[in-house]
């Protein structure tokens, strides 16, 4: 009877061990063949069949059989930075800059970067050999002056170069940022000297222009005075000719009146002489010559002795 218990044991073992054996193995099977797989957000899945590319799925549950493979694809925006890209102007000079180039892998090409330039959608080579080509290219149809005075349009050139080349390799470019934009220490120096000389002539200039303003001023208020002047010379000569004018008229009214009028003139010397007269106190002048005239005498009794 025991002996009949162990075998039976020993049958319950064996089976329970063997059905652990099955489920672990039915277990790896199910993982190995697994269909459920995900795509990440701002992913794309790649879909290959021995190695060839069969669709690009989107973001979520993606279900495959086992004999198929997904690969995930970034069409999220990336960086590419491009430290102390050269170039030269087209007047000779040197000139170095700093760029971090923005881009993404347009959706509807995913299938042909996979499958040319990058597996998991990372360009950053691409993009910093690119953007070194046109940042040459484009520098090279300005002068140095006119890279440091137009740097929005020579952002706009580049960005739009880079776009083109680019789009060779399935990329959009989102944005560029230029920094560290420089020349050589030799031009550098000679723009601050030309820079320093113009703000000087700019003083000049102002200065001269405020000596020419104080100029014309006192020039106008000159002119003002000298008209203010020659206005009043010219009010008094006026004056004093219509006053000679009047006095002359007067003197000619004066003039025919006593011509007109020998009686006033002689009753005119009479009141003079009597006025002479009246002052006289008597006394004769010691010595009389010839032809001098004698002092008054009384005209009246002389006239009534007669």
């Not at 000079?93 to 881009?103: D, E, F, G, K, L």
């Amino acid at each position: 009877m025991s002996e009949f218990m162990v075998d039976k044991n020993r049958v319950n073992t064996g089976a329970i061990v063997r059905n652990i054996v099955i489920v672990v193995a039915i277990i790896l099977f199910v993982l190995w063949i697994s269909p459920f797989n995900t795509v990440p957000t701002g992913m794309r899945g790649v879909v290959t069949q021995f190695g060839a590319i069969k669709r690009i799925e989107p973001e979520g549950l993606v279900i495959l059989p086992p004999w198929q493979k997904l690969d995930v694809f970034n069409v999220r925006a990336e960086e590419a930075t491009i430290e102390n890209a050269d170039g030269s102007t087209s007047d000779t000079q040197p000139v170095r800059v700093s760029m971090t180039v923005r881009y993404n892998i347009a959706t509807d090409r995913v299938a042909e970067v996979f499958e040319k330039y990058s597996r998991d959608g990372n360009l950053a080579s691409y993009v910093q050999t690119a953007t070194q080509e046109v940042f040459k290219a484009v520098t090279a149809h300005y002068t140095a002056p006119d890279l440091i005075s137009q740097r929005a349009k020579v952002s706009a050139d580049i960005s739009m170069a880079l776009k083109l080349k680019l789009e060779l390799y399935g990329a959009n470019v989102i944005n560029i940022d230029m920094r560290n934009f420089a020349f050589s220490d030799t031009y550098m120096s000679a723009i601050n000297q030309k820079v320093t000389q113009e703000q000087l002539r700019l003083v000049a200039e102002n200065q001269l222009k405020t000596v020419e303003a104080e100029q014309k001023q006192k020039v106008a208020i000159a002119e003002a005075e000298a008209s203010a002047m020659r206005a009043r010379a010219d009010g008094e000569s006026y004056s004093n000719l219509k006053i000679a004018t009047a006095q002359a008229e007067a003197l000619k009214i004066q003039n025919s009146a006593l011509a007109q009028n020998k009686d006033v003139l002689e009753l005119r010397r009479i009141e003079v002489d009597k006025i002479k007269a009246e002052r006289w106190n008597g006394q004769l002048p010691q010595n009389i010559y010839a032809g001098a005239p004698i002092p008054f005498l009384d005209v009246g009794k002389s006239t009534h002795s007669q």
